[in-house]
């Protein structure tokens, strides 16, 4: 069974995370760890040695908080030391603005060929600033109809799975939040969100999470998001 067969009746429009749906986030967090990097080496630091300590804690899990805490203790910086660079370090990885970043093989033309269909909405996670430098970074922000950021809507709080993000999305194209399908690589979020909602959903298995069980299900599980478009098209 495929296609529109496996989703049932066809939705009234695709909502779509951002990172490591569209493009592999992986790619931004390295370039924001140099950053950070090259911030700390105007406190004497050395920047490579700084930057790969946050890397390597992103890489254990880029939505945890307190990854340039950890990052300096690991580097060997006492906690008194740390403290007073932190503020400088955080503002350099949240000012970070990529010039160029690599979507995945393939997103553009499966946007391309979802928004023939649909109108399309891009629902993500995270600061605004950063968000949106990720997106213009991507070129890939002119497909949607509307951009939904979480945090703007209320905070850290109001994070996929919280379900605002989706039902606002939903009442700015005008249509019923059961009406939508989301697209996106989180079991824990992008499908959770649907879920709560009544929502279908599609997870594509790439990026960070991409070995994580499917819970909740989704509706539908592919390898990526031409597949998913293949489903929706």
Request: hydrophobic residues 45%; glycine residues 12%.
């Amino acid at each position: 069974m495929g296609g529109l067969t496996m989703l049932g009746r066809p939705p009234a429009a695709v909502v779509l995370d951002l990172d490591d749906t569209l493009y592999p986030q992986a790619a931004y967090l390295y370039g924001a760890a140099r950053a950070v990097g090259r911030a700390g080496a105007a406190a004497g630091l050395d920047p490579i040695r700084l930057g790969r300590a946050v890397r390597r804690q992103l890489l254990a899990g880029s939505d945890q908080g307190g990854t340039i805490d950890r990052a300096l203790a690991a580097y060997g910086l006492a906690p008194e030391r740390a403290g007073e660079l932190i503020p400088a370090l955080v503002a350099a990885f949240t000012a970070y603005q990529p010039r160029r970043l690599p979507r995945y093989p393939g997103a553009t033309a499966a946007l391309a060929r979802l928004r023939e269909r649909y109108p399309l909405v891009c629902l993500t996670d995270g600061n605004p600033l950063i968000q949106r430098a990720k997106l213009a970074a991507t070129g890939l922000s002119g497909w949607f109809s509307a951009i939904v950021i979480t945090d703007e809507l209320g905070g850290r709080s109001t994070r996929k799975p919280h379900p605002d993000g989706l039902r606002h999305a939903a009442g700015l194209l005008g249509v019923a939040p059961e009406d939508l399908v989301m697209v996106g690589d989180r079991p824990g979020k992008d499908v959770a969100i649907a879920t709560a909602l009544g929502a279908r959903s599609i997870r594509v298995r790439t990026g960070e999470y991409a070995a994580a069980p499917d819970e909740p299900a989704a509706t539908a599980v592919v390898d990526d998001l031409a597949a998913a478009v293949d489903l929706l098209v």
